[in-house]
């Protein structure tokens, strides 16, 4: 056995050149496959650390707008409070806000914005998060009690055990702190810092507590073995009969809730974010297959001159088997090197990494899954890359080969090799061309007319008292030369759609037809701060008061409204009447890749802003704008920290997950192009050494160095060709299948085709070029005085 050993040490130094080719490929493919599987294994396990996922739900509801039908994760307040008694099979039922609320918490002199839920107290039997202080069964008793994290007790206490402290929030109330839980995992739904009772929201909002008012998120937790189509049956009657506006319910599964979390026409599929797993999942098993091929082809190829070693010990008595041992053997340790070098690759990269997708992985190789998986990488890919060589070589007649007569396998491993480099172009053409046309689709919609400028524009949280000084705060921050305007709304523009409603008329409206709107109050400035444009009529009067049953509306409704100008028309919500006095050009928000908006009013509502959006001046230095607007703020708002978002950054930030996607293909396709010519380095210089003869010979006969590079380089251009023939189809049509989930898309264009054929073409002559020319160069005399 030690033998066996001495000998592959001994092959492997003697060709180690070929080995740091074979052992940095493999290692670089294992480390990025490695990186990206730690992201497909912390979205998988997304919510595993809630105990009982199993038997947690999302009550989902159904409606029907204009023949479409859309889900929502939002039902009437009421239902909570009555899933339990009137629904058999559901245990705990809890509402819950949509989303994280941001709030002002002060102890001492320390005041810091956390953001949390407000929740029934049922929600810590369902979700059950671990206690480090305080009692689940009690913690919410009180109206004004509050369970925060370890992380936010730290923050303002300083210690975790602050049980009986007292916050204040939002400047107003006090606060008991009745819990302390333990901070929740990065890869969980629930990301709340502090968590306080529903009531208080439903005190502020009396509407929550309507059953025509969609806004409680609610979860609940059923007993083992409930009839999930049964209670869904049962849900939907409940809607039914206390007047909701949905024409279903459903319950949506807790281990669903973050990959499938896409909905089509009230139906899942598979567009959430399980697409984006598949995507990155395909991405490293491509990278690790080209990695692979490089690894077998380059063993493939130094297989043929070991064909006279083969032969004297086979003449010598040595089995087959033996043999075959051997030669797997020593692909075994390539990789096993291979894979610590990918170790150390990984662990280095990892800060980068995570920064680059935003989370917090960790390779923990105390993990039976990552040393089983690394594990089973060395494996494979020794014995894919030593099983074709192994069984090659041991299948040669002794004779044959000791006599100097060519196998007749050799045209066979030639033609394996030229397919494996073809499989390895073939992934990375996909890979970069996928990159562009990514690339393409985030420009496109980033650049598209958004029907407002998104530049040197920031908002903020409506605090305290800033609805009642706003034309104050307006009027000082336009004297102050920092901001151009400033306005009042519910919701930033992008994020528009918070309030919809399904209940409004108008003359000439298809009594069919349930269209739903969104609504949005707003001050008089908005239009003329987000740089809007009127299309028709006019905007509203500085003075509110003026336009209060008056409101505008978006082109998509003015359309809906019929052929003529709705200018002057009235819209009727109930008992109320609103007249239309002007149309504002479509503008884009919500969804960024929609290719027409949802029909828009705004109208003026002052008891419901919630943001304040502010226009710096473009010409103004930006430091000091900022300055001025927090000294303007805080004159009026002393008790507040100044806390602002660029609108621009906001939007960049809607398209995260495309921009990642784009950045990990071009990494990673950039990567495989390496990968490959890391392979063709070797292939080329092994073949170069290979006919080293006849080069001498061609030379001798007055062949030119330029024409012997170009014979040589001639086989692997045609090989690149081949690919190219190969992977353009099929990257058109797997990026044309993943444009079709966009209503607004790029067109894929022909150049972008032949751009990445002519770099991978350049990158392949630079690569084989160098071996070529080096072996062409070489003095004829010298070659065929070896011989």
């Known amino acids: 056995m030690m033998n066996y050993v001495k000998t592959t040490l001994r092959n492997l130094w003697k060709n180690r050149g070929y080995a ?17 599987f730690l992201w497909v294994e912390d979205e998988v396990t997304f919510d595993h650390d809630v105990a009982k996922r199993d038997h947690i739900y999302r009550v989902m509801e159904n409606q029907v707008h204009d023949g479409v039908t859309s889900t929502v994760n939002v039902v009437p307040g009421p239902m909570a409070g009555v899933l339990r008694n009137e629904i058999t099979g559901i245990k705990h039922a809890s509402r819950t806000t949509s989303g994280l609320v941001p709030m002002l918490f002060t102890v001492n002199d320390k005041a810091l914005y956390e953001k949390g839920d407000y929740v029934d107290s049922t929600f810590f039997s369902i979700v059950a998060p671990l206690f480090v202080q305080g009692d689940p069964e009690t913690a919410l008793n009180d109206l004004h009690a509050l369970v925060i994290t370890q992380r936010m007790a730290l923050k303002f206490f300083e210690t975790a055990d602050v049980v009986g402290q007292s916050i204040k929030m939002d400047n107003d109330a006090l606060f008991t702190i009745t819990g302390v839980i333990q901070d929740p995992r990065p890869n969980s739904s629930f990301q709340a810092d502090w968590l306080a009772r529903f009531d208080l929201l439903e005190n502020k909002f009396p509407w929550l507590k309507r059953w025509d008012a969609n806004a409680a998120p609610t979860v609940v937790e059923l007993y083992p073995g409930a009839d999930v189509s049964l209670i869904n049956e049962k849900l939907t009657t409940l809607l039914k009969e206390k007047g909701g506006n949905g024409v279903s319910c459903f319950l949506f599964p807790m281990n669903d809730w973050h ?7 009230g139906v899942r599929d598979n567009e959430g974010q399980i697409k984006y797993v598949k995507l990155f999942a395909a991405i490293a098993c491509i990278i690790l297959v080209v990695a692979c091929i490089n690894f077998m082809n380059l063993a493939t190829a130094r297989s043929g001159p070991r064909a006279k070693e083969v032969g004297v010990r086979k003449t010598l008595g040595a089995a087959r088997r033996t043999l075959i041992s051997q030669f797997i053997g020593e692909s075994v340790m390539l990789a096993f090197v291979s894979v610590l070098i990918a170790i150390v690759i990984a662990y280095c990269t990892l800060p980068a990494f995570n920064s680059l997708v935003g989370k917090e992985l960790t390779i923990q190789l105390t993990n039976p899954w990552h040393t089983g998986t690394l594990a089973v990488i060395t494996l494979v890919c020794g014995l894919l890359a030593g099983s074709y060589p192994a069984f090659y070589l041991s299948s040669f007649n002794p004779t044959h080969v000791l006599k100097g007569i060519k196998a007749s396998s050799d045209a066979g491993s030639g033609f394996i090799r030229k397919g494996l480099v073809v ?10 061309v996928a990159t562009v046309i990514i690339y393409q689709q985030v420009q496109y919609a980033r650049q598209r007319d958004l029907g407002y400028d998104t530049s040197h524009v920031i908002y903020m949280d409506v605090r305290g008292s800033m609805i009642e000084h706003f034309n104050a705060i307006k009027n000082e921050l336009v004297r102050s030369g920092a901001a151009e305007n400033a306005a009042l709304s519910i919701n930033p523009v992008i994020r528009l759609g918070w309030y919809r409603s399904d209940g409004l008329s108008w003359q000439g409206k298809d009594p069919n037809k349930n269209v739903l709107i969104v609504t949005e109050a707003v001050t008089p400035e908005f239009v003329s701060t987000l740089h809007m444009t009127i299309q028709e009529g006019r905007d509203f009067y500085p003075d509110a008061d003026r336009d209060t049953d008056n409101i505008l509306v978006n082109e998509t409704l003015a359309k809906l409204m019929g052929d003529k100008s709705p200018v002057g028309d009235v819209i009727k919500a109930g008992d109320r009447q609103m007249k239309v006095i002007g149309v504002v050009s479509d503008f884009v928000y919500e969804n960024m890749y929609s290719k027409a908006p949802s029909p828009v009013i705004m109208t003026c509502n002052p008891s419901s802003y919630r943001y304040l959006t502010i226009r710096l001046k473009a010409s103004a230095d930006l430091p000091a704008s900022l300055g001025k607007i927090e000294s303007v703020i805080k004159e009026h708002n002393p008790e507040y920290p100044f806390d602002y978002t660029f609108l621009d950054e906001e939007f960049n930030k809607l398209f995260k997950t495309e921009a990642l996607v784009q950045k990990l293909a071009g990494m990673f396709g950039a990567l495989a192009i390496f990968i490959s010519c890391l392979g063709l380095f070797g292939l080329a210089a092994y073949t170069a050494q290979r006919r080293s003869k006849e080069i001498g ?30 992977a353009f189809p099929l990257a058109w049509w797997m990026m044309h299948q993943w444009l079709q989930s966009y209503e607004y898309r ?3 264009y022909w150049w972008v085709f032949m751009a990445v054929g002519a770099l991978t073409l350049i990158i392949t002559l630079a690569t084989v070029g160098f071996q070529t020319m080096r072996a062409a160069l070489v003095n004829p005399t010298e070659v065929l005085r070896a011989e």
């Open 259 to 265: 990959l499938y979390n896409h909905f089509a026409n």
């Open 20 to 36: 740091a080719l074979n052992v940095a490929g493999l290692a670089i493919g294992i480390a990025c496959a490695s990186l990206i």
């Open 423 to 432: 499989v390895q172009f073939v992934a990375s053409i996909i890979l970069m």
């Open 746 to 748: 790029t067109p894929i």
């Open 697 to 726: 010979i061609r030379k001798i006969l007055g062949a030119s160095a330029n024409s012997v590079a170009t014979l040589i380089s001639t086989d692997f251009l045609r090989l690149v060709t081949l690919s190219f023939v190969v």
